[in-house]
């Protein structure tokens, strides 16, 4: 099924010769991406000569890095150099005379081949997962949660990309002893452009474990200077690239934590067994149903639990109105594990935090996202090998 997006209601009947019948015309944008998400064997996007060339740009950029199956064609009344450049380099794939239909014909044609090709080669290539490790209150695990979960991921052989999105003051590079080559600020001047060469510029290895790391810079004024879709990029083109795209974050929703939450797979939201943790989280997840969230793919991770603090694990689950799906226990080894500079799973496997922050990566995550645990070979912590 070809989309056309053309502003004119009665496009479909204009290049029914060159496009036939099996075509879904739509005249804005925002349905026109909608269109896309809700059925995934969409290949082609036509783009009409009166939508405006930068939102098809802007189109085309998006499904490059998201959807490269998605051939996107544009048809212009008058063709030009700078237009073609400017067009190709977004990842339209042709621009078309908008009166030639023969040429129109030929190129969907040539896209159909295309597509063909390309679903022989993704039919073996799933898509990564991402999954945002959140909570709306300082200093109840995030940092601890998300490090050891993508450190054992990558223990684990799968290919697993930390993002610490606490652009201000994230900690996840110097929790395991990491100097980062570049940071999330080297990636806006590749907004747009974002390729696995330029992925592969700011990440630094945890050679212990194989996991891969894109940490912000040191200048806690840097975060209001990177905009929110240079975090979407980011992400889009880190999920082509790993398995597992673990992302930690501030304690706040701030504009790149929204942004994660959009695209995340997973939402892992902690709390400690504090009213205002509680509370907080509590008001997160009203925001999260507000902005359309699913609750299918959000777990609830209780973290130092079993403190005798006067509230207990039931009454954290009546006030958050969903179960705990993992409650990591409080445990000295933590803070030890992060002053050493290791992953506490690294540090102490056998520590109770450890296993049970092992069980949230085996049960929430490669279970959840169709790993068959006793098929995977077990390989210990040595060094494995970067995707990018
Ligand atoms: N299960 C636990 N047992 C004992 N100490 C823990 C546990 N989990 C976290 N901590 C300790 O609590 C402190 C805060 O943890 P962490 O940095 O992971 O929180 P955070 O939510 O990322 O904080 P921030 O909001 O400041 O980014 C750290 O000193 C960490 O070692
Ligand atoms: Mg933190």
Redesign the pocket.
């Known amino acids: 099924m070809t989309i056309l997006w053309d502003l004119d209601p009665r496009a479909q009947e204009t290049y029914a010769f060159a496009l036939g019948d099996r075509v879904e015309p739509h005249t804005h944008g925002p349905r026109v991406m909608r269109a896309l998400e809700e059925d995934p064997r969409h290949r082609l996007v036509v783009i009409g000569p009166d939508v405006p060339v930068d939102s098809a740009c802007q189109l085309a950029e998006a499904l490059r890095v998201d959807r490269p199956e998605v051939g996107v064609l544009l048809l212009r009344d008058r063709l030009d150099v700078n237009l073609m450049g400017l067009a190709l380099r977004s990842g339209v794939r042709e621009v078309i005379q908008a009166d030639d239909h023969t040429a129109l014909a030929d190129a969907v044609r040539r896209n159909e081949q295309l597509a063909m090709q390309l679903a022989g080669d993704s039919a073996t290539t799933a898509r990564g997962k991402v999954i945002t490790?959140f909570?709306a209150?300082?200093?109840?695990?995030?940092?601890?949660?998300?490090?050891n979960v993508a450190a054992h991921l990558a223990s684990s052989g799968a290919r697993t990309l930390l993002v610490d999105l606490?652009l201000m003051?994230?900690?996840v590079a110097i929790?395991l002893q990491l100097i980062p080559s570049g940071t999330v600020t080297d990636l806006v001047a590749m907004r747009g452009h974002l390729d696995r060469a330029g992925l592969e510029s700011v990440v630094v290895t945890h050679e212990p474990t194989g996991l891969d790391i894109v940490a912000p810079s040191s200048d806690p004024g840097d975060a209001e200077r990177i905009p929110s879709d240079v975090i979407l990029e980011l992400l889009r083109t880190a999920r082509g690239l790993y398995d597992y795209v673990i992302v930690?974050?501030?304690?706040a929703f701030t504009e790149h934590v929204l942004t994660a939450l959009d695209v995340s797979d997973l939402a892992v939201l902690?709390t400690?067994l504090d009213i205002p943790a509680v509370k907080n989280l509590r008001v997160a997840m009203n925001t999260l149903d507000t902005l359309g969230g699913s609750t299918d793919n959000r777990v609830v991770v209780l973290?130092?639990?079993g403190m005798k603090v006067g509230l207990d694990s039931d009454e954290v689950e009546t006030a958050l109105k969903q179960a705990i799906s993992v409650s990591?226990?409080?445990?000295?080894?933590?803070?030890?594990?992060?002053?050493r500079g290791v992953p506490l799973v690294v540090h102490d496997p056998k520590d109770a935090?450890s296993i049970?922050l092992r069980e949230l990566a085996d049960r929430q995550v490669r279970e959840r996202f169709g790993e068959r645990l006793e098929q995977v070979p077990k390989r210990g912590f040595g060094r494995r090998r970067s995707r990018v």
């Open positions: 490790v909570s209150k300082g200093g109840v695990g995030k940092t601890t949660v998300s490090t606490d003051f994230g900690d929790s930690d974050t501030p304690p902690i400690t973290n130092r639990a990591i226990p409080n445990s000295l080894s933590v803070p030890a594990a992060t002053n935090a049970a």
